[in-house]
Each structure stands twice: as C-alpha cells, then as structure tokens.
C-alpha cells in the first residue's frame, strides 16, 4: 500500500512526465531531503525508475518517471458481445488480449473471467505476480466508489454490486466505470490530455457518451450521470428517445441514428463514409441527414463549452472521419452557438480510436487507482 505523499508524487510524475527530485521537491513544497527519502522509497519498490540525465545550467540532473512495468491491469470492456479482455502495463500499453463472452449475470461474468486470466496471464509471467488490478467499463451509471453499476439499460443492471462479485472470485482487486468516464480518464493518464486540467470528451458511436474532468479529476455530479450530452432535448418534441424522452441528441447524431435517418431515406449506406460519399455527389437526403446530425452535435459541444469553458474539447469515433461535411457542420454549429468571445479559444481535437479503446479505459481505471488512490478521481 503506498503512502499518500508516495501517491502525491505518483500524481505529479503521471500528469507532467519525467521529472527531477529537485523539480518534484518544489511542486510538492516538499524539502530536497525529504523529496529524495520518498523518491528512494519509490525506486525500491520498482515503481520509479531512473530516466535520463539532463545538463543544463549547475549540476546535471536525472529524470525520475513511472516504471511501466512495475503493476499490470486488465481492462475488461462490457459494451460487447464477446467482451473484449486485455492486459496493459502501467503506460497503458497492451500487453496481451482475450475475449469472454458477455452475460447480464455479474455470477456468469466473475466466472468466464476468472478462467480467462491464467489465459492472458500465461505468457507473460512477469504480470502474475504484479497484477494490480481489474477496471470493467459498462454503459450505464456508476457510483463514486467505482463498485457498483446504479443502473444500465444495456445490462438491464439496477443497483449491481459487480466489483464486489468480481473481486469475491478472481480474488483480484476491482473497479468498474461508465465507458466514456472511462475514455476520459485514459486521455488523462496516457493519452493527449495529461497536462489538461479541464477537458471533455465526447465518444461518438452507435451512443454518444461524454465525461468530463474538472480541475483535473473526473466530474461525475450526484448521482454519476455528469456529462450525458446524449439525453440532453436538441429537438423539442423530436423523435423518441430510448431513454423515454423525445428528442434527444443521441436520436439524431449518434452513429446509430445517422444510419436509421439514412435507411428511413432510402439511402444504401452501411457507414459513415458511405453517406458522406452520398453528399458530396449532390445526394441532396445525404447532405440533409448530415447538417441535422452535425448541427445537433455541434450545438451540444457549443453548450458544453458555454457551460464548463474547458480547455478541450477530445471527440474520439470509432468509425468514418471529420473532414467530410459532418465534420464540418459539427465546427461550424460550434463556432456559430458560442459567446463570441469564446470562438475559437476552445481546441477541439479529433480521435479516430479503435474497438480496444473501452477496454483500455477499463484498464486505466484500474491503473488510476493503483496510482493515485480509491476515490480520489
Ligand atoms: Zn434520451
């Protein structure tokens, strides 16, 4: 169990990268003396390694950073069926994959992950005996301990102490998260948002899924339902929602319904790219399903901004890109429903992910937790 100066450092090392003890000491307000005695405790354990030397102006200096290799985790995506299951080290690299097949029974999924572990394990011994954790995202709502699933319309989940269950059988320390909170904190330890304080993500697929970090933890409000854009009302009396309200932004932007508003048009497309080929041939439903969908979208994001003035806005998607007509539309709703003197002081980064993204996030929440404590999002 590491000490909470230890995980202060943990913190400060995962969010600003190498750094020297003389560095460190002065974020932490700490002494050199007492700096090098917790830098030392830390290179012991194997969790800090020694890096570079850096010259510069008086003594050189060496590097201290996170040694990938001293925890691994499992991150375990429920969004699936089968659910993928991977192995990362400590730098969020995936070491090792599997896959389960999927059950609403928390029962049936502790047991297929406890016989899939010794599988995933089995080449790389290194990672038995330095397993720290196992972090499960799901699509639904979780509380703030990170244990229990409040509710989830996919899994038909109401009030599931699943990290409890998984933790009873595998015998291996467990968290679980919505997947898009889940999204946010891997851009936040691995990815490109480490050294942003404020930022949001926005995950367009068949869902759209958004979170939040808020003076670099994660926002995730009363009852862990911060950030869901996807039911915010962008059409008053629009279509009907599965959520059971009517106009929701998922209803006309996610991938799932850009696909249904094409198929009711008669259009034969499969994907993304294929109605943006439709557009820029003239298709005139084609570019009408687009402005509707990019507009909706944009207008959220432009609210977002308007709300929590973040210092980025990370839109990932798992399928077609931003440089046709949607993308378009989508910057241009932006720009167009901000203050103005908020246009264009928002980065608005685009991140074409792949299908491991949800278990890589799962596996950052277990990794988050190893280094900066339970609870401490
Ligand atoms: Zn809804």
């Known amino acids: ?68 290799e001293c925890a691994f985790f499992v991150g375990i995506s429920l969004l699936e069926d089968p659910a993928p299951m991977i192995l990362s080290d400590l730098n969020g690299r995936i070491i090792a994959r599997q896959a389960i097949p999927l059950s609403r029974d928390p029962k ?9 572990l010794p599988r995933l394990l089995e080449s790389h011994p290194e990672a038995v005996e330095k397993l720290s954790g196992i972090g499960m995202a799901l699509s639904g709502f979780v509380d703030e301990t990170q244990a229990n699933c409040v509710q989830s319309t996919l899994l038909n989940w109401q009030d599931v102490p ?24 891997s851009e936040k330890l691995f990815g490109s948002a480490r050294e942003i304080q404020n930022f949001s993500v926005v995950s ?13 933890k994660l ?17 008053p009396g629009g279509v ?42 003239g298709n005139a439903a084609a570019i009408r399903i687009l402005h509707r969908a990019g507009s909706a979208l944009g ?36 720009e167009t429903n901000v203050l103005p003197r908020y246009a264009g002081q928002t980065p608005i980064r685009i991140k074409r992910v792949d299908g491991d993204v949800w278990a ?5 929440i277990a990794a988050h937790n190893f280094l900066i404590g339970p609870n401490s999002n």
Not at 205 to 215: L, M, S
Not at 360 to 364: D, K, P, R
Request: charged share 20%.
């Open 299 to 334: 207008l959220a994001i432009a609210n977002l901004i308007q709300i929590n003035d973040p210092g980025l806005i990370l839109i990932t998607h798992v399928e077609g890109s931003f440089d046709g007509l949607f993308g378009t539309v989508v910057n241009q709703a932006v």
């Open 204 to 216: 367009l697929g068949d869902g759209i899924g958004c979170a939040h970090f808020i003076d670099g």
């Open 1 to 68: 169990m590491l000490t909470s100066s230890q995980r202060q450092l943990l913190r400060v090392i995962s969010e600003a990268g190498p750094l020297s003890r003389t560095e460190m000491a002065s974020m932490l307000g700490l002494s050199k003396a007492a700096m090098s005695g917790i830098a030392r405790d830390l290179i012991d354990l194997g969790v800090l390694h020694e890096t570079e030397t850096v010259y510069g102006q008086g003594r050189p200096s060496i590097l201290l950073d996170l040694h990938p």
């Open 219 to 235: 926002y995730r409000g009363n009852h862990g339902g911060a950030g869901e854009i996807a039911h915010c009302t962008i059409e």
């Open 162 to 185: 699943l990290a409890r269950i998984i933790r009873e059988r595998s015998g291996v320390e467990t968290f679980i998260e919505n997947d898009a909170k889940a999204v946010a904190v």
């Open 108 to 116: 049936v999924i502790a047991e297929a992950i406890t016989e899939g």
């Open 360 to 364: 890589q996030g799962a596996a950052s």
């Open 240 to 281: 009907p929602c599965r959520c059971g309200k009517r106009g929701c932004l998922d209803t006309v932007a996610s991938m799932k319904a850009i696909k249904e508003m094409s198929r009711a048009e008669g259009l034969e497309c499969t994907s993304l790219s294929d109605i943006e080929n439709e557009a820029s041939t």
